[in-house]
């Protein structure tokens, strides 16, 4: 892997059930003029998408969402917006595997409504291939490098209640004489229905803290969740639909969602 350029920080299911029919038409009488029995109906296939198509989507077009929700330590409501706003390589350049990549700046913002708090930002650095069709998890969080460890693969052709890993990073803290891991994290894709049967294309993440880094600290150890859900339609473009989630010691916890 080589980097010619230092990438900015980085943060880093369905609408049909699947139907059966079954039964079938019993027999009418001799004299019945419907002496047939009835066929046996045909099967309604599930319905299938791109979950491939729906993140070069996520990452490769502008998108932003207005959404609201809950945090662990807030009495109040907590307003958040989430911008992915796709960028050129102005004037340098991130090759990886000899292939010059495409970048998204993601940036997610909560307001909670309490007093004089002050807005939490985070914003992020996302690199993708567009020529590979595979997500890039390299990038650079204030004195953190997020490094891809393990490749992981994104289908063409899923149903509600498939999932599969999307890639393997580890953590290193930059400033230091010698580089540490701090933590490596697992990230999978996920298809479902939620309870108001949309159709929901998840990128969740589970973050791991090195035990070298976490120490005797039992706080630094706990791992943190994300998850990340976009309202999918029947093509595999995205319904405008949004859920975010994080939960564990490195952030306060929310759960956010557009209304």
């Not at 980085?10 to 009418?28: E, N, V």
């Not at 069709?133 to 460890?149: F, H, I, P």
């Not at 049967?197 to 943190?224: F, H």
Request: aromatic share 6%.
């Amino acid at each position: 892997m080589k980097l010619t350029r230092t990438p900015a920080t980085l943060c880093l299911s369905l609408l049909l059930p699947i139907l059966s029919a079954c039964g079938g038409g019993g027999s009418s009488s001799p004299t019945s003029s419907n002496t047939l029995n009835k066929p046996e109906p045909t099967p309604v296939p599930s319905m299938t998408y791109d979950v491939r198509k729906a993140v070069l989507e996520l990452y490769g077009k502008p998108h932003s969402w207005t959404m609201k929700g809950t945090a662990c330590c807030a009495g109040g409501d907590v307003l958040a917006s989430l911008t992915l706003q796709p960028r050129p390589s102005d004037g340098g350049s991130l090759t990886i595997g000899g292939e010059e990549v495409s970048g998204t700046d993601i940036t997610l913002q909560l307001q909670i409504l309490l007093g004089d708090t002050q807005p939490s930002r985070s914003t992020a650095h996302l690199w993708y291939s567009t020529k590979g069709q595979q997500m890039l998890l390299n990038g650079l969080v204030e004195n953190r490098m997020e490094v891809l460890t393990s490749q992981g693969s994104l289908p063409t052709s899923a149903v509600p209640g498939d999932s599969g890993g999307n890639g393997e990073t580890a953590t290193f803290e930059t400033t230091a004489a010698s580089p540490r891991t701090i933590s490596t994290t697992s990230y999978r894709w996920e298809l479902k229905n939620d309870s108001s049967a949309r159709v929901l294309m998840c990128l969740n993440s589970v973050e791991t803290p090195d035990p070298a880094y976490a120490g005797s600290n039992p706080a630094l150890a706990a791992k943190t969740t994300r998850s990340y859900c976009y309202g999918l339609n029947a093509d595999s473009t995205l319904s405008g639909y949004v859920t975010a989630s994080q939960h564990g010691y490195t952030n306060l916890g929310w759960d956010i969602a557009t209304q």
